[in-house]
């Protein structure tokens, strides 16, 4: 079920009741623009949820709660370091017998209820599930029934509104007021109070504090307002904007957002992310790239090709670039050109495959099967084989009159999940030549189902049925063509013959004269017309 929109269509909490209701698995994004986060459905129950840029805090959470010490915290973190960060922090805990699985699902409930907390704050923004998407590497999930979970992050940030106006600016230095400590043990203060007073030092901001706790922004709220009325903080001056920005690493911050941007196909917010990425650093090879990955997913390949070379010049080295400038002055028609940037790329990462397939498939495009295989044996095989490398050896190897070893090759793509419409297609045409109409069919509608406005296969299609006299088929088929506007005079002529086959003679002579009208010249569609006539004037 693919769910898009925005909040002004339907806010965030029918959203969440739609998929909870729904029983959905996967993952609703979210964003307002500036921020980004995920919440992950398993049949209906929330098990995980995030907030892009802002960093994971389970060690920091589980030491407040008083459930490991500093001690335990550093020599986990080392361990995470050493093993090279592949594994959770969580896991190592769990390993170590610090925790228990409780303790972390306790956690991980935790995180939920903030990031819900935090995203039910938003007037404006977008939404989109992807159906059957779970975290990567989350091994411990959990099961929160979104009804309830809803009814209290509700209830929060009706208290949260009312709390915030009470609350000094984000940007906002907080300091700590001098007391006599008897004074100050009079207060009573509990664990998290102190840990939040330990954060107010005169040089973070309202803002960097949040961040820095371990406890969550709404009780992280309630605190810092509970210190300031009780006189043991006060408000100092304000950070300005730009370095507050800079404090929280506005770059990375900036790259994690267009990022994600960039996988949801939101690529004019990407592309926003990219270009602020610029304005503070030029020479910054992966905005570079990335911008020119969307303009070409855009189709924009001039300009795609302009901020590949802006990414070569800054890093000359990453084949990355060169192969996809080359794709970019392919789909320009600069073959010749396309071609020396596949070369560069295969000079500097031979063992990269889709270098080698891609100069493969500008060498059959201009029927240089020799040239092409070549670059094609050179690939590893211990490799995942591109898509596109065994597809292209399939095309050769029929090109070589060898069906049965192309039909291999296409339907280990097949077997293998990683379905094309072009490879359905071409199997199509296969099993057609092979007299297997039935897989035919099966093929070509499988490809259409995938792109369903593609004249070639629609054509295909067309033939089988009307080869095969399946007169129905054939008129769906032309009537789908006409829909798309992709039909010319012969095929008009031909819905013409069906609908009169059909018995309908009304819309046959309506499609002949749509045909003359294409094709004055046409004698044939001409003498229907006229016999036809002829027969109601004799009744």
């Avoid at 049949?43 to 407040?64: E, H, M, T, V, W």
């Avoid at 709660?65 to 592949?86: C, F, K, N, P, V």
């Avoid at 975290?135 to 009706?158: F, H, K, Q, Y």
């Avoid at 009079?186 to 109070?193: D, F, Q, R, T």
């Amino acid at each position: 079920m693919a769910i898009k929109g925005s909040f002004k269509e339907v806010n965030l909490p029918d959203v969440l009741q739609l998929l909870a209701v729904g029983r959905k698995t996967g993952c609703l994004k979210v964003t307002d623009g500036s921020n980004f986060g995920s919440v992950f459905f398993n049949q209906g129950k929330i098990c995980y949820a995030n907030l892009l840029n802002r960093p994971d805090r389970l060690g920091d959470r589980l030491f407040s709660r008083g459930l490991i010490t500093s001690r335990d915290l550093q020599d986990a973190l080392a361990l995470q370091q050493q093993e090279g960060g592949t594994r959770r922090l969580g896991i190592l805990l769990l390993e170590t017998g610090l925790v228990k699985q409780a303790d972390i699902e306790a956690d991980v409930s935790g995180q939920i209820e903030d990031t819900i907390f935090y995203l039910l704050r938003w007037v404006d923004g977008e939404f989109f599930f992807e159906p059957d998407s779970l975290p990567e590497g989350e091994t411990i999930l959990v099961s929160l029934d979104a009804m309830n979970l809803l009814l209290e992050e509700a209830r929060r940030v009706d208290e949260w509104r009312t709390l915030e106006k009470k609350l000094p600016t984000p940007q906002t230095v907080l300091e700590r007021v001098m007391m006599d400590l008897a004074k100050q043990e009079e207060l009573n203060l509990n664990s998290e109070e102190k840990q939040i007073l330990s954060l107010i030092d005169g040089y973070r901001s309202l803002a960097e504090i949040m961040e820095t706790s371990a406890l969550g922004e709404f009780l992280t709220s309630k605190i810092v307002y509970g210190l300031l009325l009780a006189g043991l903080a006060k408000r100092g001056s304000e950070k300005s904007k730009q370095a507050a920005a800079w404090n929280l690493n506005i770059i990375d911050d900036h790259g994690n957002l267009g990022m994600a941007f960039y996988r949801t196909q939101m690529y004019d917010e990407a592309t926003r992310e990219y270009r602020r990425i610029i304005e503070i650093r030029p020479d910054h090879y992966e905005a570079r790239f990335y911008l020119g990955l969307i303009h070409f997913r855009k189709g924009e390949y001039a300009e795609a090709a302009t901020e590949f070379l802006e990414a070569i010049a800054v890093e000359p080295k990453k084949a990355a670039a060169y192969n996809n400038l080359g794709l970019s002055l392919e789909l320009m028609g600069e073959r010749e050109d396309a071609a020396r940037q596949y070369r560069r790329a295969v000079e500097l990462s031979p063992e990269k495959a889709m270098p080698r397939a891609n100069l493969a498939c500008l060498f059959c495009g201009d029927g240089e099967n020799d040239s092409a295989r070549e670059q094609l044996n050179r690939i590893d095989p211990a490799a995942d084989q591109p898509l596109l490398a065994t597809f292209l050896a399939g095309l050769i190897a029929l090109r070589s009159r060898d069906p049965e070893q192309a039909n291999k090759l296409w339907s280990s793509i097949e077997n293998n999940n990683k379905h094309n419409y072009v490879l359905q297609n071409n199997l199509g045409a296969l099993m057609q030549a092979k007299g297997q109409d039935e897989e035919a069919e099966r093929y070509y509608s499988a490809a259409l189902k995938a792109r369903p406005d593609d004249r070639i296969i629609l054509r295909n299609l067309l033939e089988l049925y009307y080869k095969n006299g399946m007169i129905a088929q054939s008129v769906e088929t032309l009537n789908r063509m006409a829909e798309l506007e992709i039909m010319d005079p012969q095929d008009m002529a031909r819905l013409g013959n069906l609908y009169l086959k059909q018995g309908q003679k009304e819309l046959a002579a309506q499609w002949w004269r749509k045909t003359l009208k294409a094709d004055p010249e046409n004698q044939m569609v001409k003498r229907n017309l006229a016999l036809m006539d002829k027969n109601a004037f004799a009744k």
